[in-house]
């Protein structure tokens, strides 16, 4: 069966500290596909990356960056020079095709 | 505008008295798909639509329904709502006809309140 846990709850910073919000996954499939959303207090799901079970290359895009590695089951999502407005609540999500299944997701909250 | 529309947008109701939440996009989407989410569950899949006339269930469909006639529209499908259904409900679709071959685009979300 597959599974995601986020097991950080909610995580506090004030603005300018670096942040990892961790994920991992459990999966029998050889081919999967793994996600990150953001859901920031308007409520909306924002798309931020997707990643296939091929691809461990760890990407960034501005400060935010992200770590794939299959022999740990993680993909650790991580925010540099936090700011205020990445007050959000953060999903990793993963699917083996048809199917998704998030994780409970993580609570980051920024203080100025 | 491309955009995922539900609605309603809010819904406070009675236990068992069936109600629709209806779901529809317009950027020609094969895959549609619904879930809801509560607090300290994150969010899980209802049901799911890969093409018209074919849905799956998702992993929390008990008491849910949905059809699929036609590609832009995905209703779900309350018979008897019961309390345990109170939740916010949030539609989403997809390009391509796999849930992880692309990203999913959401809904603005429902919350559907059941007394």
């Known amino acids: 069966a597959q599974k995601v846990t986020q097991a950080q709850t909610e995580i506090s910073v004030v603005e300018k500290e670096d942040v990892t919000l961790d994920c991992v996954y459990e999966?029998?499939?050889?081919?999967?596909?793994l996600f990150w959303y953001k859901q920031p207090p308007s409520g909306e799901l924002v798309f931020l990356i997707r990643?296939?079970?091929?691809?461990?290359q760890n990407e960034i895009s501005g400060r935010y960056s992200w770590n794939f590695q299959k022999s740990t089951s993680s993909f650790n999502f991580t925010i540099t020079a936090s700011q205020v407005v990445d007050s959000a609540v953060y999903f990793c999500a993963l699917s083996g095709g048809n199917d998704m299944r998030f994780g409970a997701g993580t609570r980051l909250t920024v203080k100025p | 505008e491309a955009q995922v529309t539900q609605n309603p947008r809010y819904l406070i109701t009675v236990t068992g008295k069936k109600l629709t939440v209806t779901c529809s996009q317009n950027m020609n989407h094969e895959y549609m798909s619904w879930y809801r989410q509560d607090p300290g569950l994150g969010l899980r899949q209802i049901y799911y639509s890969m093409n018209v006339e074919v849905t799956d269930k998702g992993d929390v469909p008990e008491g849910y329904k949905v059809s699929r006639k036609e590609k832009r529209n995905f209703p779900l499908i309350l018979e008897s709502p019961s309390p345990n259904q109170t939740s916010l409900y949030f539609c989403?679709?997809?390009?391509?006809?796999?849930?992880?071959?692309?990203?999913?685009?959401f809904g603005p979300g429902t919350r559907l309140t059941v007394t």
């Open positions: 989403a679709s997809s390009p391509v006809r796999l849930a992880g071959y692309d990203e999913q685009y």
């Open positions: 999966t029998r499939d050889t081919t999967y596909y």
């Open positions: 990643r296939n079970s091929f691809d461990e």
